[in-house]
């Protein structure tokens, strides 16, 4: 198998799986005659998605800014907190202890208590998305930094490099595979819990559609919302694989790239 082969196969791949799965899904549903309003077969399924394109993709845009802003403003102190766990022990023992207490929460507590101060709407969506996203960007950020060879410190500091110079010219570029390995996870987290806050207090998104389909006994919509939900995380984790490939190109150099 040539490599262009090679690469073609790895491509059409997770569609094949995709429609496999499809396929059996599809054959459960008229071999048991499981009725709709339990499972509605795929084809069910995108033939509301066809019929209500416009409603589910206003819904669907509502969904993906809001997990968007939060997503990027996890990214943002993520970063900046990871840094400084990572860099300074005396901030990694004072701030790691409680990041791990409040990670322990479940963040389906906490949007109650955003609606009580905030209300309904999109501003509770963005919160939410921004704590669950937020914590696995620290942790990978902070261990990245935290796992600089103390040899390469020493060979560093022989040269006269100073602190700031071991931090940004070898914890940084260390720490970025990490970051993306995050951003991958976190990419995905930030539309559970934007989707979360949807259905449990919003008004707007396509979290509320499901709600809203699922009250009516309208499974097939309701799971038009979720492979909906699927392609926007897809989508998203493809970008970040793609910047990660970019970016971090030397940390594949020994994988064979086509």
Known sequence: MTARQRRLARLAMPWLTLAVLLLLWEAACLLLDIPEIIAPRPSRVIEVMVQRWDLLLRFCL???????????????????????????PFIYAGLYPLLIAFNAIPKVAIVPILMIWLGIGALPAVITAFVISFF?????VATGLATIEPEMRDVMRSL???????????????????????????????????VLAETVGGNRGIGFLMLSASARNDSATTFAGLFAIAIMGVG??????????RM???A???????
């Open 136 to 140: 696995p960007i620290v942790v990978n």
């Open 62 to 88: 509502e969904t993906f800014w809001t997990t968007m802003i939060g997503f990027f403003l996890a990214i943002g102190f993520g970063l900046l907190l990871g840094l400084a766990i990572g860099a300074s």
């Open 248 to 250: 971090t190109r030397w």
């Open 252 to 258: 594949f150099r020994g994988q064979v790239v086509n």
């Open 160 to 194: 006269g490099a100073s602190n700031w110079e071991i931090l940004t010219k070898v914890g940084v570029p260390r720490a970025m595979p990490y970051l993306f390995a995050s951003l991958k996870v976190a990419a995905t987290l930030a539309f559970v819990g934007s």
């Open 236 to 245: 998203v984790y493809a970008a970040c694989a793609l910047i990660e490939r």
